[in-house]
């Protein structure tokens, strides 16, 4: 049974930083695509970032040069290092994991296992 669990959520000034955590029980992540979402309220589920089983990463651009994904296979446990953030960052943010790789990495779709979300909000 696989679960993955955030933590890190928190509020924050605009400006400030945060780093999450998703810890992955049930399997190892080693050969797993892993990656980051968020949704805001009203608003769809979007992609943020992804990085594969060879520490590839991708962006969406609305983080690139803000947010780092990385990962941990051997204490099995994903992150994001969130830098500069904005109001707009503010959102419930999930991770996930898929046992394949396809072409749209930031898509809903190609991912199986979710977290249940941690809030991050930013004020002015």
């Not at 968020?38 to 089983?53: L, T, V």
């Not at 046992?99 to 909000?121: F, H, K, M, N, S």
Request: hydrophobic share 35%.
């Amino acid at each position: 049974h696989v679960q993955l669990v955030e933590s890190g959520g928190d509020s924050v000034q605009d400006g400030g930083s945060l780093r999450l955590s998703c810890v992955v029980s049930g399997n190892s992540i080693k050969p797993w695509l892993l990656g980051w979402f968020r949704q805001a309220p009203g608003k769809q589920r979007e992609g943020i970032a992804a990085i594969d089983s060879s520490n590839r990463d991708r962006y969406a651009n609305f983080v690139k040069g803000r947010f780092t994904i990385s990962r941990d296979n051997a204490k099995n446990t994903l992150y994001l290092e969130m830098n500069r953030l904005k109001p707009d960052d503010t959102a419930v943010y999930y991770c996930a994991a898929s046992d394949y790789t396809p072409i749209q990495v930031l898509a809903r779709e190609a991912y199986r296992w979710w977290g249940q979300g941690t809030q991050v909000t930013v004020s002015n």
